[in-house]
């Protein structure tokens, strides 16, 4: 069964944009390779460079850190897009993990050399 599109009451118009956005990426980038990409147990690199070069993992990093500087909501809103389209394993959540806890206990010298490449996927937050 598919999802409906959320109609939270704290959606707003910048949440509905990213919203159809990542949808958007995700039917062209991540539904076409899910089945291939579940049997090999591999995600291609590529993917986390077009993902982070579509704003989905620096969503909640600051824009002095490589990110877009929105709230959590917009990693939810990623969530619940990858949950429309039938995956759960592509490593966005722990991505997602990893970043909060960078940005609320790094220091600003080690946010400065690890957000960056966490939210333009030139590394990954896996394994």
Same mark, same amino acid.
């Given at each position: 069964?598919? $999802?409906?599109?959320?109609?939270? =009451?704290?959606?707003? *118009?910048?949440?509905?944009?990213?919203?159809?956005?990542?949808? @958007?990426?995700? +039917? *062209?980038?991540?539904?076409?390779?899910? &089945?291939?990409?579940?049997?090999? &147990?591999?995600? &291609? @690199?590529?993917?986390?460079?077009? !993902? /982070?070069a +579509? /704003?989905?993992?620096? !969503?909640?990093?600051?824009?002095?850190?490589? /990110?877009a #500087?929105?709230?959590?909501?917009f990693? !939810?809103? =990623? !969530? %619940? &897009?990858?949950a429309r389209? #039938?995956?759960?394993?592509? /490593?966005?959540?722990?991505?997602?993990?990893?970043i909060?806890?960078?940005?609320? %206990? +790094?220091?600003?010298?080690q946010k400065?050399?690890? $957000?960056p490449q966490?939210?333009?996927?030139?590394?990954?937050?896996?394994?």
């Amino acid at each position: 069964m598919a $999802l409906a599109t959320p109609t939270a =009451t704290w959606f707003n *118009d910048d949440h509905r944009l990213y919203a159809d956005s990542v949808g @958007r990426f995700f +039917a *062209d980038h991540l539904v076409p390779n899910i &089945e291939r990409w579940n049997e090999e &147990e591999i995600v &291609e @690199r590529n993917f986390w460079h077009q !993902a /982070g070069a +579509a /704003g989905i993992l620096g !969503a909640t990093i600051p824009q002095t850190h490589g /990110g877009a #500087g929105g709230g959590i909501a917009f990693d !939810a809103i =990623t !969530a %619940y &897009e990858q949950a429309r389209c #039938g995956d759960n394993g592509w /490593g966005f959540g722990i991505q997602s993990i990893v970043i909060g806890y960078v940005q609320a %206990y +790094a220091t600003e010298e080690q946010k400065t050399r690890w $957000l960056p490449q966490l939210a333009s996927g030139g590394k990954r937050s896996l394994h």
